[in-house]
């Protein structure tokens, strides 16, 4: 029976914002809050966060009572590492990686629900989302795939993976549009706050 672990890569020091955006407040809420509430609602075996960059403010302001923290020392080396660092913490039962970002505010459990399914209808190891013009994260690693993950280096996360071993994966198409969003500049930020208004209108 397969153990999936929630992996949540959220260590990046937010060059482009020039402040922590895993703390930007997005409908009452800071932004990773969103991704890990999403895990929660898929229910992972283990759920681990790969800190970094405002590593003890984040834990200050976050409920991460039921998160396994991981602080990254070599964050300011790019997202390979971050990716490296969570898979390593993960016992030997687990069985797979459901792997998202820390400023991807829109993805849901069901779309975790949706990666999972794929994974045991294609029995390939990779199950990434398809946003139409390109493939990325959320996406599942099974075990049998982490040791690729070590071969990454610099700011690359999974999506290395996918371009280098795509007979290894399958997609899910992303249900809706705004789950491509993540929150890198200043312009995504204030887009992902005008869907989170929208989101809450009658």
Not at 176 to 192: C, G, K, L, N, S
Request: net charge negative; proline share 7%; aromatic share 4%.
């Amino acid at each position: 029976m397969a153990m999936i672990a929630g992996l949540i890569l959220a260590a990046g020091s937010s060059r482009r914002l020039g402040r922590a955006k895993q703390l930007l407040p997005l409908g009452g809420r800071p932004l990773l809050a969103w991704p890990l509430e999403a895990l929660r609602q898929y229910g992972p075996a283990r759920l681990v966060l790969v800190l970094g960059h405002a590593a003890e403010e984040i834990t200050r302001e976050i409920d991460l009572s039921d998160v396994d923290v991981v602080v990254n020392p070599r964050y300011v080396e790019g997202l390979s590492t971050s990716l490296q660092a969570g898979l390593a913490v993960l016992p030997p039962a687990i069985t797979a990686a459901m792997l998202a970002t820390g400023d991807q505010p829109f993805v849901t459990g069901h779309l975790f629900r949706l990666l999972e399914e794929r994974q045991a209808e294609t029995q390939l190891p990779i199950v990434a989302t398809d946003y139409g013009d390109y493939r990325g994260a959320p996406l599942l690693l099974e075990r049998r795939v982490w040791p690729l993950a070590g071969s990454i280096s610099g700011d690359q996360g999974a999506r290395a993976l996918l371009r280098g071993h795509p007979e290894l994966v399958a997609t899910v198409p992303a249900p809706h549009a705004r789950m491509a969003i993540d929150v890198d500049t200043a312009a995504q930020y204030q887009e992902a706050c005008r869907l989170v208004t929208a989101l809450d209108q009658p």
